[in-house]
């Protein structure tokens, strides 16, 4: 009768899986947590410590750490290895299903003390993965539940195949050998930054067709975005940049909220009630930039948006789902690629970027620190749909590339400059982009404006209210234009540069 080692912290799909192979006969040994769980799905196992026959230690801290265990773990299919198990009372166990401590989300948490991050570094589960990866040959090894279906569905056939095996241990040492440099890391500043990634795919070729190009993820056999491609050609190298522009900005919304981007930086961007309404906003943006760009929507995609969005032409278009209606009216446009994936978290994530030499790390950008408050300057206040626009703009403009200017009207852009050496060229643009409608509409800039300059053409083309960071040695002479022309101005003393 097979065995299996189940020991996770993390236990979704865990009573499906392990209801299944109990099904299938298969003996399951559980450690207190896990067992618990199983127990009270009605799921019958097997107490490591009755295994062992041996207790628990250090009030829990040591478990798994056995030879009955690691030697029914890296036991050989040899009569001389079987033999010795046999004669311990030990049988082999073939499957070890084990997921770690979450240390990566403890030292990402505010005010961690380092006895939390200790007590949250693992020791028995990266043995036991390490164990399970190491005898490949024969044990199948698992720690991400996503696996679950692949081992359950290999062994409905009769077995899982050497193949999957070996993958699977690639994949779990790749796990256990970030999990260490993330330990090391936080442990000590001088440690060298490790990444580990494996290559996903072989891009057809780069920013332009004489340039090479391949597309690297943390883990193997991952897809771009943790999602998958439904239709369309294979994604390219710029499609990629694209879509992670898009989709970084349009995650940030919390109503629902389209996304246009060409060539890295937004050129519409809208929220409204429904994603018909904000994709026709979005639009009406930039018509002419939004041809052959890609589009990313934060909601699943209705027939009516895509009823909508059917006349243009667009690349690549990504949302959290597509209805079947939906997917049937886009069929028809078999060269655009359609991507459905989670949108991305909005914390903890890292930005890295190269250098002649180097590499660059940094925090991402997620808006405004929570302790930030903005300050009216202007003599006049801005009105409520004013202060509407507003917020609106400034979390749009922090997508756009630097310098950055964003037009806005109630929740939608209007007018976007972006990418220009000197920021009066980028409110130039803006306005020109937004022609009358920048008439009663609000502005947001990335960073202070050096000169009263952009202030000046903007009052002079209609714009009622600026958002801003401040922080210019000049500050007072566009405060001074702002005054004079009854404009609205508000401070919010945070840049948000993207270069």
Known sequence: MPTALLSVWDKTGLAQFAAELNQMNWTLIASGGTGRYLAQHQIPYLEISQYTASPEVLKGRVKTLHPAIHAAILARPTPDDLQELSNRGWSPIDLVVVNLYPFEETIAQPNVSLEEAIENIDIGGVALLRAAAKNWARVTV???????????????????????????????????????SLIAAYLSDQEPLTLHLYSVKKLHYGENPHQQAELFAEQPYSQPFGGKVLQGKELSYNNLLDLDAAWRAVASFDEPCVVIVKHLSPCGIACARNLEEAYQNALASDPISAFGGVIACNRELSGETAQAMKDLFFECLIAPGFSESAKEILAAKKNCRLIEAPLPSRSGVYEYRSITGGLLRQTSDQGDPPDVTWTVVSRREPTES??????????????VKSNAIVIARDSATVGIGSGQPNRVDAVRIALQRAAERARGAVLASDAFFPFPDSVEIAAEAGITAIIHPGGSMRDADSLAVAD?????????????FRH
């Open 386 to 399: 004013e202060w509407e626009a507003l917020r609106f703009a400034w979390k749009a403009v922090q997508h």
């Open 484 to 496: 004079a022309t009854g404009l609205a101005m508000i401070y919010t003393g945070v840049r948000h």
């Open 142 to 180: 698992c720690f991400d539940p996503k696996d679950y279906g692949l081992i359950l569905e290999e062994l409905r056939q009769g077995a899982v195949s050497p193949e999957t095996r070996r993958r699977l241990a690639a994949k779990t040492f790749a796990l256990t050998s970030r999990y260490d």
